[in-house]
C-alpha cells in the first residue's frame, strides 16, 4: 500500500544559518582582521554591534569542473557561414580557454568587492575567539536584561481577561447619566406642565412625554468605549548604577601593542559589568608624571613621553569618585593597566592611596600589567592583594591572555554584582 506524505510545516526564516556560518569559516582571517580594526576604531560603549565585512572578489573563486580543451565534439553554429560540415575549429588562444576576466572598460563596469554584514552576535562571538572565552561565559555576556510587567493604569482595548468591571461600569454610569441629563430635566418640566393643562394640549403633551422616555430608555446600558482593561507595560528590572574608573600608563614605554591589549581587558569588563547594571559610567584617566580625565579616543590614542608617576592617577580618581559618585548611590569599579614601570619613590604612595582612600570605597579594583618585567610596582601592589579580597592583579602579555587574568581577578565578581 502507497501513503503519500506531504510535509505542510513552514520553513524557517533562518534557514540559511548553515550556508552563511560555512562562508564565515571561509573567510576568517578576513572577519578577524575586520573585527580586530573595529575594536580599535570604536568606543567601548559602542563595541556591541555589527560590521561591514569587505571581500575580494578573488577570494571567493570557488574549485568547479569544466569540459578540457582536448577530444571530439560536435558543435551546431547556428549562424555561420565561416565553416561547413567536417571542417575543424581552431582551439583558442593559450590563457583563454577559462573565458573572458575582468577586463578594463569604458562603460564604467566592472568587479566589486563582496560586501556583507556581521550581525551583532557573529560580531561579538569572533571578538570573543581571541580572548578564548568560554561559550557559557559568551551567553552570559550577551544575552538581554531582563524585563518585567508593570501596571500602567487602564486603557480602551485589550483581553477579555484584563477587563476592570468596576471601571467599565462606573464608565458606563457615567455616560448614562450625561446623555439622558438634558432629557430628563425636559421631561421633568413637561410632566409638571401636563398636569395643569386640559386638552387638546394634555394629549400633546402626553405624546411627547412617551418619546422623551423612549429615548431614554434607548440610551444603552453598556457600550463598547466605556470598557476599560488593565494596561500593562513591560520594564527592565531597576538595578543599581556602577562607575568603572579605567587607568592608564600612557608613556612612551606603553606602545600600541600594549595599548590594544589594555583596551580589551576593558572592553571585557565593561561587558561584564553592563550584565549586572543597568546603568555604567567610564571614567578615562591617563597618566605619565600628571595625571588627567580624558575623553577615550584621548585615552587610547595619545603618547607622551617622559616618566612615570602612577599616584597621580589615583589621586586623581578619588578626588573624581569623592565629587561625582557616593558610594551610596553608585558600585565603584577601578581597572588599572600598566607596564610596571613607576618612579621609585612613588610605588609605596600608590600602596597607601589604594589601602586608605580608594580600596575603602571600591567594590573591586584589578591591575593588570601588560609587560612582563616585575618592578617596584608589582611589588607594591603583591603586598595589598595579600591582604585585600576585593583586589587583583595579573599579567597578560597577549590577547588569548586577557580572559584568563579576567576569569582570575574576577572569579566571585559575579556574587560581588549579583550583591549589589
Known amino acids: 500500500m502507497l501513503q503519500s506524505i506531504i510535509d505542510r510545516r513552514l520553513s524557517g526564516k533562518n534557514k540559511s544559518v548553515g550556508n552563511r556560518e560555512r562562508f564565515l569559516r571561509r573567510v576568517k582571517e578576513q572577519v578577524r582582521e575586520a573585527v580586530r580594526r573595529a575594536v580599535d576604531g570604536r568606543s567601548i560603549r559602542d563595541l556591541e554591534q555589527g560590521e561591514d565585512i569587505r571581500i575580494p ?217 553592563s550584565k549586572h547594571y543597568e546603568k555604567v559610567e567610564l571614567v578615562f584617566i591617563r597618566h605619565h608624571t600628571r595625571a588627567k580625565e580624558v575623553d577615550e579616543t584621548q585615552f587610547f590614542h595619545s603618547t607622551e613621553t617622559g616618566g612615570t608617576v602612577v599616584s597621580s592617577a589615583l589621586e586623581l580618581m578619588h578626588a573624581i569618585q569623592q565629587e561625582r559618585y557616593a558610594p551610596a548611590h553608585w558600585n565603584v569599579y577601578g581597572a588599572q593597566a600598566s607596564d610596571g614601570d613607576n618612579w621609585h619613590q612613588d610605588s609605596e604612595h600608590c600602596r597607601v592611596l589604594l589601602e586608605d582612600r580608594i580600596l575603602p570605597v571600591c567594590r573591586y579594583f584589578a591591575y593588570v600589567q601588560v609587560a612582563d618585567p616585575e618592578q617596584n610596582l608589582w611589588e607594591e601592589y603583591r603586598r595589598i592583594a595579600a591582604n585585600q579580597p576585593h583586589f587583583a592583579m595579573k599579567k597578560a602579555v597577549s590577547a588569548d591572555q586577557i580572559y584568563p587574568v579576567f576569569r582570575e581577578l574576577f572569579k566571585n565578581g559575579t556574587e560581588v554584582a549579583a550583591a549589589s
Open 57 to 273: 572578489r578573488k577570494d571567493l573563486s570557488e574549485p568547479g569542473f569544466r569540459l578540457g580543451s582536448g577530444g571530439r565534439r560536435e558543435l551546431v553554429r547556428p549562424g555561420n557561414r565561416e565553416f561547413v560540415k567536417g571542417d575543424r575549429a581552431p582551439k583558442p588562444p593559450a590563457g583563454q580557454e577559462g573565458g573572458p576576466g575582468p577586463q578594463a572598460s569604458d562603460a564604467g563596469e566592472g568587479d566589486d568587492d563582496f560586501v556583507f554584514h556581521l550581525s551583532r552576535e557573529e560580531f561579538m562571538e569572533v571578538f570573543f575567539n581571541d580572548l578564548a572565552l568560554p561559550r557559557l561565559l559568551r551567553t552570559e555576556l550577551l544575552e538581554q536584561p531582563e524585563w518585567k510587567m508593570r501596571r500602567a493604569g487602564f486603557t480602551n482595548t485589550g483581553t477579555s481577561t484584563n477587563l476592570h468591571v468596576t471601571r467599565s461600569l462606573r464608565g458606563a454610569l457615567s455616560r448614562r447619566i450625561a446623555l439622558g441629563l438634558a432629557k430628563r430635566r425636559e421631561l421633568r418640566a413637561l410632566l409638571a406642565e401636563r398636569d395643569d393643562a386640559e386638552e387638546p394640549r394634555r394629549t400633546e403633551l402626553t405624546l411627547a412625554v412617551d418619546l422623551l422616555r423612549r429615548q431614554l430608555a434607548a440610551i444603552p446600558y453598556l457600550d463598547p468605549t466605556d470598557l476599560r482593561f488593565r494596561n500593562r507595560v513591560r520594564v527592565p528590572l531597576p538595578s543599581a548604577n556602577a562607575v568603572m574608573f579605567c587607568l592608564m600608563d600612557v608613556s612612551g614605554s606603553m606602545d600600541e601593542r600594549r595599548k590594544e591589549l589594555a583596551k580589551r581587558f576593558f572592553i571585557l569588563l565593561y561587558l561584564f559589568l
